[in-house]
C-alpha cells in the first residue's frame, strides 16, 4: 500500500480510537463507581480494538505498549484479579498515556517517551514481570514454556476483512525464533477453483524462546473468531511466584503523565475541523432536496429567454415559490449536518471532576443532563475551555468540604450540575453547583482593595457578583495550580463573546451558584435586525438585543468627557451613536427622530442610536478579516436581497471600545 493510503486509513484509525478511549475512560469511571463487570469487558474490547489496529496501521510501540494494559484486563475478565481504585488508576493514566501518543502520532513525532516507558514497567510489574507497583496485586502467570507448537488455519473468508496471516507470523516472530511450516492440504487440485479472495493455506508454527501462553493467544486476537488456533507447550518452565503486593492508596501520577484535561485539550484542538460523522439519514435528505431543486430549476428554466404572458404567471409564482422553499430547506439540512450533540463537551467532566475532587479532598456527584442537545460544530469546538473554567471554579470556590458541608447541614457530597437546552434561536448551557455561593463582603473586599469599588453601598447582588468578570480578579489566598492567579472568570467572558454569546450568574450564599452561558445555535448564519444608518446598513445580533425604545428628545444626559447617559428601567445606560462608532453619515441627529436599540454584550448594557429599524431577517455570516481587515466592533458582514453589503455588530466589542474611550 503508498504511503498516501496508509496515511489516510491511519487517520480513520486514530479518529475512532480515541472515540474508543473515550468510552475506556468512561467505563472506568462508571466502575469506580460501582458499575457492573459488563464494563470490564467493554474496555478490554476497546484496548483490544486498539492493539490490533495499531499494530496493523504501522504503530507497533503503541501496540506494544497496548498489550500490556490488555493483558491486565484479561486477567480482570476472567476473574483472576479483582478491580480495584488501584487498578482503575493505573487504566485511567494508560489511557491519557494513549491520547498523548495519539497526538504524537498526528504531530509525526516518536511515539514513546519517559512517561510511555515508565508506565509500560508498571503494567508489566503489575502482571508480575517486574517490580511490584505499589497498591496494585501482581502475580506470575503459570503457563509459560521455552518452546511452543502453534497450530493456525485460517478460515476462509479471513481476507476479506483485511486480516493478513504474515503479519501475524511476523508479530510472533516477536516471541522467539520460529521454525514455519506451510500447510497445503486445502489448496484446490486447479487453478480455475482457487478463489483469490479466500485463504486455502495453514501453518504449523514452533517456537523457541521462553514465552507466555497468553503472550502467543494476544497475536491472534485480532482473529480469534476467524481461525482454528491451537497454542501447545513442549518444555515448561518451573513456576515462580512473585510476591503480592500489598493494596494500598492509588499510585500517584508520573511527574511527567500530562493532566487528563490537558491532554484531551490537546487532542480536541488537533482535532478541530477535521471531520464530521453524518448519519446516512442526512446524506439520503440532501440528495433528495438536491433531485427536487433539480426538477424546479428544469421548470423555471421553460421561462427563459421569452416574455411570461398572463396564463403562465401562475406557474412562474408557484415555481418561485418552490425554489424559495428548497433552498431554506437545504440551508436547514446543510446546517444539520454540523450540529453535533453537546456530550462530546460534556464526557470530558466526569474524569476533570474526579481527579480535581480527589486533589482537594472534597466529594462531588455530578449531574449531566441534556448530552443530546445539538449545536454547531465550530461552537461545539470552542465551548470546552470557557466551561473547564466554571467547572473547575464551582469545585474549588463554590462545593465546600465534607466537614464544612455536614456543620452547614448539607450532605457531605455536593451535587455539580452541567445541563444544555433549546431556547428560542439559542443553546443555554448551565454549570451549577449546591456549594456555598458567592461571598459577597469577600469580593466586595478585593474590589475595594483593587480599586475597582469605592465601596459596595447600594450595589445589589447581581452587581456584586459581576466584578468576578473583572481581569484578573481572585479572592483565593493562596495560589495553587487550580486558581488564585487572577486567571479564569474574564477568560470565559471574553471566549463566550468571541462566539456571539452572553454569561450570566445567579448565586445564593450557603446554597450555590448558577452560572448561564447563552450562545448561538451556529456562527455560520444568525438572526439579526436590520438597522438603517443614513445609506448604511448594520446587522444586529437578536440575541444581544434586550429592547427598542423610542426616546424624548430630553431624555439623553450629556456628561463630563463627551459621554452620553439615558436612564432604562432603573438604571443609567451609555449611549453609543453607530455614525460616530464607524464613521459614517446619518439622516438623523436628534434622539426623539431615531431609535435606540438596548443591547447587552460582555456583561454590561447600552444604547445603540440608530436612525431606524428596517426588519428581523437571517444573516449568512462572512468573514470582514479575511477579505478585509479586523475591525473593532465588526464581526463579519452579510450581503442583503439587493446586493449590497451590510455590517454585523460586534456588540461585546463595542462594548470593550467604549470602555476604552471612557478610560481615556
Known amino acids: 500500500m503508498s504511503k498516501t493510503g496508509l496515511a489516510q486509513f491511519q487517520q480513520v484509525f486514530i479518529e475512532e480510537s480515541l472515540e474508543g478511549l473515550d ?35 504501522g504503530f507497533p510501540e503503541m501496540s506494544s505498549f497496548t498489550h500490556e494494559a490488555e493483558s491486565l484486563l484479561d486477567e480482570v475478565r476472567g476473574g483472576k484479579r479483582a478491580i480495584d481504585g488501584a487498578i482503575i488508576e493505573l487504566l485511567l493514566r494508560t489511557v491519557d498515556c494513549l491520547r498523548a501518543m495519539f497526538a504524537r502520532a498526528q504531530a509525526g513525532e516518536p511515539l514513546n517517551d519517559a512517561v510511555a516507558e515508565a508506565l509500560r514497567n508498571e503494567l508489566a510489574a503489575a502482571m508480575g ?79 523457541k524462546g521462553p514465552a507466555r501462553r497468553a503472550d502467543i493467544a494476544a497475536v491472534f486476537d485480532w482473529v480469534e473468531d476467524e481461525c482454528d488456533l491451537a497454542i501447545e507447550a513442549k518444555h515448561i518452565v518451573a513456576e515462580v511466584a512473585s510476591p503480592v503486593a500489598t493494596p494500598a492508596t492509588p499510585a500517584a501520577p508520573a511527574a511527567n503523565v500530562a493532566d487528563a484535561g490537558a491532554v484531551r485539550a490537546q487532542r480536541e484542538a488537533s482535532a478541530e475541523s477535521s471531520s464530521v460523522r453524518v448519519s446516512i439519514d442526512k446524506i439520503d435528505g440532501l440528495i433528495n432536496l438536491v433531485g427536487e431543486l433539480v426538477i424546479t430549476q428544469s421548470m423555471l428554466d421553460t421561462f427563459r429567454g421569452g416574455e411570461v404572458d398572463a396564463s403562465r404567471l401562475a ?18 439540512s446543510v446546517m444539520g449536518i454540523r450540529m453535533l450533540p453537546i456530550a462530546s463537551v460534556f464526557n470530558r467532566f466526569p474524569r476533570m471532576v474526579r481527579d480535581i475532587s480527589q486533589k482537594l479532598g472534597k466529594q462531588v456527584k455530578l449531574d449531566l443532563v441534556g448530552e443530546q442537545t445539538e449545536l454547531d460544530k465550530t461552537v461545539l469546538e470552542k465551548i470546552g475551555d470557557p466551561m473547564v473554567h466554571l467547572v473547575r471554579n464551582a469545585i474549588d470556590h463554590g462545593l465546600e468540604t465534607p466537614e464544612k458541608r455536614r456543620a452547614a447541614g448539607k450532605q457531605d457530597t455536593g451535587t455539580l450540575t452541567l445541563a444544555a437546552s433549546h431556547r428560542g434561536g439559542s443553546i443555554v448551557v448551565e454549570v451549577s453547583d449546591d456549594g456555598a455561593g458567592l461571598n459577597r463582603d469577600a469580593i466586595v473586599s478585593k474590589a475595594v482593595q483593587r480599586g475597582l469599588i469605592a465601596s459596595a453601598e447600594g450595589m445589589s447582588d447581581e452587581a456584586v457578583a459581576e466584578l468576578i468578570f473583572q481581569p484578573g480578579f481572585s ?42 452561558i447563552t450562545l448561538p445555535l451556529t456562527l455560520a448564519i444568525i438572526d439579526g435586525l436590520t438597522a438603517a444608518v443614513g445609506e448604511e446598513r448594520y446587522i444586529v445580533p437578536l440575541v444581544s438585543i434586550v429592547e427598542s425604545v423610542q426616546l424624548k428628545a430630553d431624555a439623553v444626559r450629556s456628561v463630563a468627557g463627551g459621554g452620553e447617559l439615558f436612564r432604562f428601567r432603573g438604571e443609567y445606560l451609555p449611549v453609543i451613536r453607530l455614525h460616530d462608532a464607524f464613521g459614517c453619515d446619518t439622516a438623523v441627529q436628534a434622539i426623539d427622530e431615531g431609535l435606540m436599540v438596548v443591547v447587552e454584550g460582555d456583561g454590561a448594557r447600552m444604547g445603540l442610536f440608530v436612525d431606524g429599524l428596517i426588519g428581523q431577517q437571517q444573516a449568512v455570516v462572512k468573514s470582514l478579516e479575511a477579505n478585509y481587515r479586523r ?20 456588540i461585546a466589542g463595542l462594548v470593550r471600545l467604549q470602555g476604552r474611550r471612557k478610560a481615556a
Open 23 to 57: 468510552t475506556m475512560e468512561s467505563s472506568l469511571l462508571a466502575l469506580d463507581n460501582g458499575g457492573d463487570a459488563e464494563l470490564v469487558h467493554t474496555i478490554f474490547r476497546a484496548a483490544h480494538s486498539i492493539k490490533g489496529g495499531a499494530a496493523t496501521f
Open 475 to 516: 479572592t483565593a489566598a493562596v495560589t495553587t495550580d487550580l486558581s488564585g492567579r487572577g486567571v479564569g472568570m474574564d477568560v470565559v467572558r471574553r471566549n463566550v463573546s468571541d462566539l456571539g454569546g452572553t454569561v450570566t450568574i445567579r448565586s445564593t450564599q450557603g446554597k450555590g451558584s448558577v452560572f448561564t
Open 129 to 207: 514481570r517486574g517490580a511490584p507497583v505499589a497498591g496494585v496485586q501482581a502475580r506470575r502467570e503459570v503457563d509459560q514454556a521455552d518452546a511452543w507448537t502453534v497450530r493456525f488455519r485460517p478460515h476462509a473468508g479471513m481476507l476479506a476483512g483485511g486480516n493478513e496471516p504474515l503479519r501475524l507470523i511476523r508479530e510472533l516472530a516477536g516471541l522467539g525464533e520460529l521454525t514455519v511450516k506451510t500447510e497445503l492440504d486445502r489448496l484446490p487440485a486447479t487453478l480455475a477453483a482457487l478463489e483469490p479472495t479466500e485463504c486455502h493455506l495453514g501453518w504449523t508454527i514452533e517456537l
Open 315 to 332: 406557474m412562474l409564482e408557484h415555481g418561485l415559490a418552490q425554489l424559495a422553499r428548497h433552498t431554506r430547506e437545504l440551508q436547514e
Open 631 to 650: 475591525v473593532q466592533g465588526i464581526s463579519g458582514a452579510t450581503i442583503l436581497a439587493d446586493g449590497s453589503v451590510a455590517l454585523i455588530v460586534d
